[in-house]
């Protein structure tokens, strides 16, 4: 909880400092920080962007997000099950259960990962050939969307993120996907790489 991802990295990015809405890093958010009808840009897609912009799409005005890099998303059909109390009674009186309990859950994982580690492996190619199905299918294989959330690098190369609704947020009318990373701030807007503009009243790293 308080390893080095703790430790905000604020790209630099020109105007920067004449922005006149808030901006802050998620590692230091801003207690109370009101997002209703507000126009939000967040930089980068990562875990952390992943678990925050469905929740701030509810009520921002528009929410608009740079992606540097695209990334892999996974399903997990459980991710928002709650715990039953029979489980946490069983995690709390019978030796060794917790244990077994996350051994299994996690070894099929390793025995899996094995195989599929290895880019341009059968298993790898499955996985990819999978997880593409999966983003199409979440996105109604709307084409500039397929086109901006299917990464080019395979499977496991890079961090794979467990999708917290994002794929289906990005079917809001109120979300935009840019592709690239921002390259200027004015005061009340950022500019893309490739010009776009999003206005924005608060700007998350």
Known sequence: AVGQ???????????QEVFRGQACHTARFIRGLDFAGKNVVVMGTGATAMGICPEIQKVAKKLT?????PQWYVHIPNHKNVVSDEEQWCMRHLP??????????LRHIVDFYTDVLVAGS??????????????????????????????SHPPICTRMLVDN?????????????????????R???????NGEVAEAD????
């Open 202 to 205: 608060i700007i998350i790293y």
């Open 165 to 185: 609704y994002w794929c289906r947020m990005m079917l809001e009318p109120n979300v935009e996907l840019v592709s690239g990373r921002a390259k200027e701030i």
């Open 65 to 69: 997000i740079f992606q540097g890099t």
């Open 122 to 151: 059968a298993s790898n190619k499955a996985l990819q050939d999978e997880l593409t199905e999966y983003i199409k299918g979440e996105v109604n294989h709307d084409p500039e969307l397929v086109r901006k959330m299917v990464p």
């Open 96 to 105: 060794f259960y917790e244990r077994w309990y996350r051994f299994t859950t």
């Open 5 to 15: 991802l703790s430790n905000p990295s604020i790209p630099k990015i020109p105007g």
């Open 187 to 193: 005061d009340d807007t950022v500019i893309g790489q």
